[in-house]
T-cell receptor, first 113, second 108 residues
Framework: NAGVTQTPKFHILKTGQSMTLQCAQD?????LSWYRQDPGMGLRRIHY???????DKGEVPDGYNVSRSNTEDFPLRLESAAPSQTSVYFC????????????FGSGTRLTVV | AQRVTQPEKLLSVFKGAPVELKCNYS??????LFWYVQYSRQRLQLLLR??SRESIKGFTADLNKGETSFHLKKPFAQEEDSAMYYC??????????FGKGTKLTVNP
């Protein structure tokens, strides 16, 4: 099915370890973003990309890196995980233009111990 | 600056009762407003957007520019409406700003 695919669905990481969360979309959407969802904090944007080769910081970028080498993929990398990065991570995509209709992935539940 | 406020973290109603989830926004221009819903352990889904003025699953929301509000309403809540609801604002770019969410519980 077309949409946004995130892997893995769950992961437990030790403090200081690195990890890459994968996001792939097959709708030819130009815009991709990563959000983290925390209780009482809602959804906060980490990084986003408006096109291949272009990335930019969101509200809470510290501790995360992204790259956009093609239209489909937008991986999120944690270089040295911290317990504060325990969260549910969502990737979202949309077409560019006047209407912003996000399609969300199913999420990655990450626990850093 | 764009800001979305959902004043209620939790909202509990009985089945068949009316429900209103509040959303207020702050934006100097002409906003686009959305409601997203997240059922238990599922991905977020777009519920409705103000420009289409549609009713989805019995929910409606009217943009009130005077009160800068976009409250979500349903006249008769159902148990399957239990979920997290997020109000979101887009102002002038692809950036979507979300409120902190309201957890709706519909009791039998």
């Amino acid at each position: 099915n077309a949409g946004v695919t995130q892997t893995p669905k769950f992961h437990i990481l030790k403090t200081g370890q690195s990890m890459t969360l994968q996001c792939a979309q097959d709708m030819n959407h130009g815009y991709l973003s990563w959000y983290r969802q925390d209780p009482g904090m809602g959804l906060r944007r980490i990084h986003y990309s408006v096109a291949a080769g272009i990335t930019d910081k969101g509200e809470v970028p510290d501790g995360y890196n992204v790259s956009r080498s093609n239209t489909e993929d937008f991986p999120l990398r944690l270089e040295s995980a911290a317990p504060s990065q325990t969260s549910v991570y969502f990737c979202a995509s949309s077409t560019q233009g006047d209407i912003c209709d996000y399609t969300f992935g199913s999420g990655t539940r990450l626990t850093v111990v | 600056a764009q800001r979305v406020t959902q004043p209620e973290k939790l909202l509990s109603v009985f089945k068949g009762a009316p429900v209103e989830l509040k959303c207020n926004y702050s934006y100097s221009g002409s906003p686009e407003l959305f409601w997203y819903v997240q059922y238990s352990r599922q991905r977020l889904q777009l519920l409705l957007r103000h420009i289409s003025r549609e009713s989805i699953k019995g929910f409606t929301a009217d943009l009130n520019k005077g009160e800068t509000s976009f409250h979500l309403k349903k006249p008769f809540a159902q148990e399957e409406d239990s979920a997290m609801y997020y109000c979101a604002l887009r102002g002038g770019s692809e950036k979507l700003v979300f409120g902190k969410g309201t957890k709706l519980t519909v009791n039998p």
